[in-house]
């Protein structure tokens, strides 16, 4: 029997060692669920050990797996570094990482009705009304037919059963929209266009390698990077790219302009989220699905499947230094989270 070394997120100096038991499908990077003391624990296995590793040991089973693609072997190699970097336990770098996580469960279902194209056997100024409201917004949930039509939900009941309407189940937390690299950009100067082919070469060799913006306000930097962005989106179908913003500039403004050059509206990621929003950015993210997220400086914890390019706005800006808790400057964890993807 396998046996998995688990990092709980946690103040605990070490992983613990469970017993995979037969028919669990566990392998290195899944979220789990095993036993610590008196509860069941969320945890990540940071390694498989052989069936030796357990020989003459009373080890607890692993409870569970959680449906979530396993962390990458570079996110649980950056969250053990960023542990000895700033002498902290790696289980409290780790709860930075699982800051949502109802996100590690598939997104919530609700469900709506959207028409068959049929007509009711029987007419009725009610039905009428509820099949017009179906018409302008679409599927929608019965209760939200039933109050824009001004009827009953008995009647949108009425119209399934006479096969007007149909059910059918919808996720309530929704894809982000993918990004596209080919709407047109800004008119660079001479000036941004040396800087963005820098960028564009770097991005297109696929190694590690760091660079500075450096131009005063409203010289054109943002233009620059998205260059950047949109070679990276090129050169890797499935690459995400994470950008740091000092908290107080995450505003609607800048994702506008995100929206306006790529087409979608990046995914958010700060402290002003509500619970089911961080939910959305942190599962989508997991899933590789979130092709840009822009963020304030927790975003580096985000478990990334595909990360590809990390950009930093401001870095001169204080608020990318956390003080309290595992203090770290994103700057420089991001410079070697780059490093190891």
Do not use: C, N
């Not at 060692?17 to 069941?40: F, I, R």
């Amino acid at each position: 029997m396998p046996v998995a070394r688990i990092l709980f997120p946690l103040p605990l100096p070490e992983p613990f060692d469970y017993a995979v038991p037969d028919g669990l499908d566990v392998q290195e990077g899944s979220y789990v669920a095993a036993p610590l003391g008196k509860y069941e624990r969320l945890g990540v296995v940071l390694e498989l050990l052989p069936d030796s590793a357990g020989e003459g040991r009373k080890l607890k089973d692993v409870g569970g797996v959680y449906p979530t693609p396993a962390m990458t072997a570079a996110m649980r190699e950056f969250v053990q570094w960023a542990a000895r970097y700033t002498v902290s336990h790696p289980g409290h770098v780790l709860g930075m990482a699982l800051r949502s996580r109802g996100g590690l469960e598939p997104s919530p279902t609700e469900t709506v009705y959207h028409l068959t194209g049929e007509s009711p056997p029987r007419v009725t100024e009610a039905r009428t009304k509820l099949i017009e409201a179906a018409e302008q917004l679409g599927a929608q949930t019965a209760s939200t037919l039933a109050e824009a039509a001004g009827v009953s939900s008995g009647v949108v009941k009425g119209l399934a059963e006479a096969g007007v309407l149909r059910a059918r189940s919808m996720q309530t937390d929704l894809p982000f929209d993918v990004p596209s690299p080919d709407l047109p950009g800004a008119t660079l100067t001479d000036e941004q266009s040396e800087a963005a082919d820098a960028l564009k070469q770097a991005v297109s060799a696929r190694g590690f390698s760091t660079f500075l913006i450096d131009g005063v306000t409203g010289s054109g930097k943002t233009e620059v990077y998205f260059e950047a962005i949109a070679e990276s989106l090129r050169t890797d179908l499935e690459a995400q790219i994470l950008v740091l913003l000092p908290e107080i500039a995450l505003t609607q403004a800048i994702l506008s302009r995100f929206e306006v050059r790529f087409g979608a509206k990046p995914a958010p990621w700060h402290s002003g989220l509500s619970d089911k929003e961080r939910r959305r950015t942190w599962r989508e993210v997991a899933h590789g699905r979130a092709r840009i997220v822009i963020g304030a400086r927790s975003a580096l914890f985000l478990p990334f499947h595909k990360l590809k390019l990390i950009i930093i706005d401001e870095e001169h800006d204080g608020s990318y230094k956390q003080e309290d808790g595992v203090t770290y400057h994103a700057r420089d964890m991001a410079v070697m989270r780059a490093k190891l993807e």
